[in-house]
Nanobody
Framework: QVQLVESGGGSVQTGGSLRLSCAAS????????MGWFRQAPGSERERVAH????????YYADSVKGRFTISQDNAKNTVYLQMNSLKPEDTAMYYC???????????????????WGHGTQVTVSS
């Protein structure tokens, strides 16, 4: 059983930065990939970024490319999301997720993830 706990959310002004953390317990690093997703009120869940646990390769949504960086610290069982140059449209609940099984090509699909955290709120004011 994998448990994920996010932290690091908060309120910042436009142009500010936040670093989200996702601490994992359990058999995390048998995972295929770890992802960050977000959901704003009234909107569908959006994949922000994901990282392949084995290779460390990363992928980003176009909306955050160049501003956000996903990384992992295997020794600490933690995945991070560094968010710079934040915009009001980045305001959302951010969730960490782990894909534990199956093909890596499905890491882009949130529905294929097996474990989710409870989320951390990010609010960016103009």
């Amino acid at each position: 059983q994998v448990q994920l706990v996010e932290s690091g959310g908060g309120s910042v002004q436009t142009g500010g930065s936040l670093r989200l953390s996702c601490a994992a317990s359990g058999a995390t690093y048998s995972s295929v990939c770890m992802g960050w997703f977000r959901q704003a009120p009234g909107s569908e869940r959006e994949r922000v970024a994901h990282i392949y646990t084995g290779s460390g390769s990363t992928y980003y949504a176009d909306s955050v490319k160049g501003r956000f960086t996903i990384s992992q610290d295997n020794a600490k069982n933690t995945v991070y999301l560094q968010m710079n140059s934040l915009k009001p449209e980045d305001t959302a609940m951010y969730y960490c997720a782990a894909k534990l099984y199956g093909a890596a090509l499905f890491c882009i699909n949130g529905a294929r993830y097996d474990a989710w955290g409870h989320g951390t709120q990010v609010t960016v004011s103009s």
